[in-house]
């Protein structure tokens, strides 16, 4: 990444208390999503998303910095009204930053040698279904463990 999008990073961080990163869909794998600066603005863990198109992305990371600054985050527990704008439920999944390795770019160049924590954000289908269960037809890459 040139230096030029590290000084946006951190640009935004001081401005908003965080970035956001979307990387679109291609031959190796799913468009993602993820934050920078929301542990050390927050406290609260960066999100990773995968698979969703960019303006849902956006406002989803958005909408959990929101909420999670000022509530406590609960990992492995289904939301039923994450969001006052799109009302379906997810659940966030604890990933070890070193699984992100591949993804996360901007995070690692702004934390460098920090340690920061990070949760991928899970979304069910169309049909309400969860990646853990039969016949779900998104493509979410998982990073973290899933819920049973």
């Known amino acids: 990444m040139p230096e030029q999008y590290h000084s946006k990073v951190h640009e935004n961080v001081a401005k908003f208390g965080f970035h956001i990163t979307y990387v679109m869909e291609d031959e190796n794998g799913p468009s993602f999503c993820y934050s920078t600066g929301l542990y050390k603005s927050y406290q609260i ?13 956006f406002s989803l990371v958005a909408d959990y910095a ?3 600054k000022e ?3 609960k990992v492995n527990k289904k939301i039923n009204s994450f ?4 009302e379906f439920p997810v659940y966030f999944i604890e990933v070890e930053k070193e699984k992100l390795n591949d993804y996360d770019y901007a995070s690692q160049h702004f934390y460098g040698n920090e340690n920061y924590k990070c949760v991928q954000l899970i979304y069910p289908d169309t049909t309400g279904k969860f990646p853990n269960e039969t016949g779900y037809l998104y493509n979410q890459e998982i990073i973290g463990k899933l819920i049973s």
């Not at 863990?45 to 992305?57: A, D, I, M, N």
């Open 45 to 57: 863990p960066e999100v990773f998303l995968s698979g969703l198109p960019q303006s849902l992305s």
């Open 71 to 73: 509530n406590i985050l």
């Open 83 to 86: 969001s006052e704008d799109f």
């Open 66 to 68: 929101k909420k999670y």
